[in-house]
């Protein structure tokens, strides 16, 4: 079980593989193509897996190691984004309009690299390893699905004593990794308030119920969740990104509706601001004469990582990178991330994998038409997830 010669015999491979799913990049829960891609690929390891549950056909399982043995997890969204792609690569999106813009690509193929050295070591591991390629992270919570189908509670092969997870982070340096105890990153509940008036020619205001006025009441007045109901020390916050309402300049029309995003890192403060934004459009929609539609999409719960997982990552980061590439998040993101649902029910933890190359200040964002995973964090990611197995519980 030589890390070093297994990793470098594995990195071509793995990298060829990551530019084919560059290339077929599909939008959550249509990940048709990609699952036959990682599933043609272990069978020619011959490895055995199971081809989706009923809410996800297109994700795929794989156990390596005695089942007897503690249990760990390794999961890789594969899914992509509805962006058309301007890299100007070989091996870019040959799909018009889709684009794996989040490096989904590169999640993909660290595991696929792993499963085949894994493999190779199945009879000495000292665990038993599920690989997770889990579907629509993007859109629909995939992780969800699969937890309620049993890949975490021993229906679906083994139960997990513990579950990790990557991200590639354009604010981190290549061949670092970063993560923190608790919460790392944000729930992502969605509402749309549409307040209801009474249409009139803008010349005779007293006539109608001028949902507009009310609507931009409401942008404003939301912001105070934020600065006035919420505690002071904890994280959140109120963002209407979308605001639609109107046809003429001189019509006051029968409907407005705000809508937004709302991300907090707690429970409480999750139902706290849920209570705040209803009370406050209700309280608006009263005060204008509007009746209110208010329509709550509840999004992924906050990521809290295990604080003993997190400090296993830790260790095994300064360990396996050395002890200057490990990387303390010292506060989180408020962006939004599925692996949540694993870890509401699972001790895990979820670390950022850094891919910003030496002397860039930060790599391309993701989500932009420019974006491309690094090949050389392919190594970085690979070397973690099998160290994390070579060395479970370890010493948190
Ligand atoms: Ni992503």
Wanted: glycine share 10%; charged share 20%.
């Amino acid at each position: 079980m030589n890390l070093e010669t297994a990793l470098s015999a594995a990195l071509p491979k793995t990298s060829g593989l990551r530019h084919r799913l560059h290339a077929i990049p599909e939008l959550s829960d249509q990940e048709h193509q990609t699952a036959a891609l990682i599933r043609e690929e272990l069978d020619q390891m011959g490895l055995g897996f199971t081809q989706g549950v009923p809410e996800a056909p297109t994700a795929t399982i794989a156990i390596v190691g005695d089942p007897a043995r503690p249990c760990i997890a390794f999961r890789a969204d594969i899914d992509a984004l509805p962006i058309e792609e301007k890299t100007g690569l070989e091996y870019a999106s040959r799909h018009l309009g889709r684009m794996h813009a989040c490096g989904h690509d590169g999640h993909t193929a660290i595991l696929l690299g792993c499963a085949s050295i894994l493999k190779g070591w199945a009879d000495d591991l000292p665990v038993c390893v599920k690989l997770i390629w889990q579907p629509a992270e993007e859109e629909g919570g995939g992780a969800l699905r699969l937890v309620k189908a049993g890949v975490l509670d021993g229906r679906l092969g083994p139960p997990v004593d513990a579950i990790f997870g990557l991200h590639g982070w354009p604010a981190l340096p290549l061949g670092a990794v970063s993560t923190r105890p608790g919460p790392l990153m944000a729930s992502t509940d969605r509402f749309a308030a549409t307040f209801v008036g009474r249409r009139c020619h803008g010349a005779f205001p007293h006539l109608g119920r001028d949902p507009i006025v009310a609507a931009c009441e409401a942008v404003v007045n939301l912001q105070q969740c934020v600065s006035r109901d919420l505690d002071p020390t904890e994280p959140g916050l109120v963002t209407v990104g979308v605001v639609q309402g109107g046809v003429a300049v001189n019509i006051i029309p029968e409907t407005a509706c705000i809508s937004g995003t709302v991300r907090t890192l707690t429970h409480p403060a999750r139902h706290m601001l849920r209570e705040s934004i209803q009370r406050r459009c209700a309280g608006i929609a009263a005060a204008q004469g509007c009746r209110l539609q208010l329509d709550w999409t509840e999004g992924y719960p906050p990521l809290i990582n295990d604080p003993a997982m997190a400090g296993y990552v830790a260790a095994t980061a300064r360990a396996a990178l050395g002890a200057d590439r490990f990387i303390p998040a010292d506060r989180p993101s408020m962006g939004g991330e599925d692996f949540a649902y694993y870890l509401a029910s699972t001790a895990g933890c979820f670390f950022q994998l850094g891919i910003c190359g030496a002397g860039q200040e930060s790599s391309r964002s993701l989500h932009t038409d420019d974006f491309d995973f690094p090949d050389a964090a392919l190594a970085v990611g690979m070397r973690m997830f099998l160290s994390l197995a070579l060395n479970y519980p370890g010493q948190p």
